[in-house]
């Protein structure tokens, strides 16, 4: 027996300020990039700072390699994405930022939302990426 339609959640579309709302309370994301080898996804703890994401890694870790540009002052085209889903019901949502990240230098950093990153060890490389693209959905029951 097929279930009922109106038992099924119902998919919507967020708007931008609903999705910089719901990633502002999460505090892991991960960061997608082309690491040279080819698309890479990495985990990262964040902070929304106005209509940017702000994230830390190690100087010497893959992802500052790859996000750091060739031109000084330029960006390195990137994407973010958070989601939290309820298995049990289906229901939930996921956000997606894309746009340009690029290094903060160390007079930036004071100035921007901090992020306190899980694992130990340095994490001395900030970016910030600008949030060019912002998408999200939302699967919830009527």
């Given at each position: 027996?097929?279930?009922?339609?109106?038992?099924?959640?119902?998919l919507?579309?967020?708007?931008?300020?609903?999705?910089?709302?719901l990633?502002?309370?999460?505090?892991?994301?991960?960061?997608?990039?082309?690491?040279?080898?080819?698309?890479?996804v990495?985990?990262?703890?964040?902070?929304?700072?106005?209509?940017a994401?702000?994230?830390?890694?190690?100087?010497?870790?893959?992802?500052?390699?790859s996000?750091?540009?060739?031109?000084?002052?330029?960006?390195?085209?990137?994407?973010?994405?958070?989601?939290?889903f309820?298995?049990?019901?289906?229901?939930?949502?996921?956000?997606?930022?894309?746009?340009?990240?690029?290094?903060?230098?160390?007079?930036?950093?004071?100035?921007?939302?901090?992020?306190r990153?899980?694992p130990?060890?340095?994490?001395d490389?900030?970016?910030?990426?600008?949030?060019?693209?912002?998408s999200?959905?939302?699967?919830r029951?009527?």
């Amino acid at each position: 027996m097929a279930p009922n339609s109106a038992d099924q959640p119902l998919l919507e579309e967020l708007d931008r300020a609903e999705c910089l709302r719901l990633i502002s309370g999460t505090g892991v994301g991960r960061v997608a990039f082309d690491d040279g080898e080819g698309p890479t996804v990495v985990p990262v703890n964040h902070a929304v700072d106005g209509d940017a994401v702000i994230f830390r890694t190690s100087a010497t870790g893959r992802l500052n390699r790859s996000l750091v540009p060739i031109v000084t002052g330029g960006e390195v085209r990137a994407a973010f994405e958070v989601d939290r889903f309820d298995e049990s019901t289906h229901e939930g949502w996921s956000v997606l930022v894309r746009g340009g990240a690029h290094p903060l230098s160390d007079d930036e950093i004071p100035g921007v939302a901090q992020v306190r990153p899980w694992p130990g060890g340095e994490r001395d490389a900030w970016f910030r990426l600008a949030a060019h693209e912002v998408s999200g959905r939302r699967l919830r029951r009527p």
